[in-house]
């Protein structure tokens, strides 16, 4: 029997645990949206069947990151691929599955599972000190990349922006402020956007997706001298503070392919990470047909600065890298999708029917 008539399995198991996030709330007054402290578990299915041809078939799968807010219990694969593999060789550290079929596979299937527990993300800006002495690892999320550079014409439209800001805490609420009130919600852009952040400021194109907003907001923060990433990943469950940010059946169960979410951090001395999402201002704005002085975008715009509703799991920060092993496409983007290849071509991971994969998510009670 060849070995392809196996079904080929593999699993990695963490232990089940409280979330102890090191950033909390210093009081227990609850947001305008009901959003609490009680952690959520989801258990998420991602399942491939890649077209049989005459053609090597490549796939990276993001996975879920472990940190303070969210912790993964478990991850499993099977399928009938001929080498597969979990790695997180890369210059950013994000963890994927790999998986290869070889030459005229008669099938291509692959179900990738993973369990994560999460909370939500909260800081108390009390704590936060006026310092830029980062340490060396944040002091990466100062460089510049393809798709958010530090140029001076960049530098200089950020400090203009923060004019009248003295500290980094403030610099970082007046390029917050801008960026909500500037960027729009432009449904027409596939995907969550490029982010092109040099291509959206100089030329004033403002509309776009999640990636564009964030990447803008990630952009001059790292421009005005404050450490900031974007962060991919992709809704799971229910929002309560809109179905513009989440939906799910009286069950918990969502079908979540086309869910990917792209939201920023910046860091702050005392605080560390910060969250923010100033792209699901501008997505629930445009959605649900408010303004910026409706008391909803009021409430949200601040609750999205220092506040992440946790029912979306974070896969990654990885901006215009090298996966591993090397695909044909590089640097890649991003990798909030999964990212695929036929031998040279590169499968579009933007049309989950064509490339012939789905996400699903049940909530665990």
Known sequence: MQRRSFLKTAAVVGTTMAITPSIVLSDSK??????????????????????????????????????????????????????????????????????????????????????IIMQERSVDFTKVKNSTMYPEDVKEFLKGTKHTPISKKLTSFANDITKNAKTPLEKAQAIYDWTVNHMYRDESVVGCGVGDATRIIEKKLFGGKCTDVSSVFVALLRNAGIPAREVFGIRVGKSKISKSCGKADKNGFAKITGGQHCRAEFYLVGLGWVPADPADVTKVRKQEKLTNEDKKIKDLR??????????????????????????AQYPLNMLGYPYGEMDDDVLNYYAPKEFKYSYTSQEVK
């Open 30 to 115: 609850t947001n305008p949206f009901g959003i609490d402290k009680k952690p959520r578990k989801f258990s998420v299915t991602n399942s491939f069947d890649l077209e049989p041809n005459d053609q090597v078939a490549k796939l990276w799968v993001p996975l879920p990151l472990d940190s303070s807010y969210q912790k993964v219990l478990r991850v499993s694969y099977d399928g009938d691929f001929d080498e597969a593999f979990i790695s997180n060789n890369n210059p950013y550290n994000t963890k994927l599955l790999y998986a290869k079929w070889n030459k005229n596979s008669k099938s291509r299937k692959l179900v990738v599972k993973f369990d």
């Open 302 to 327: 601040k609750y999205f600065f220092g506040n992440w509703e946790m029912n979306w799991a974070a896969f990654n920060y990885a901006r215009d890298f090298v996966l591993n092993p090397k695909p």
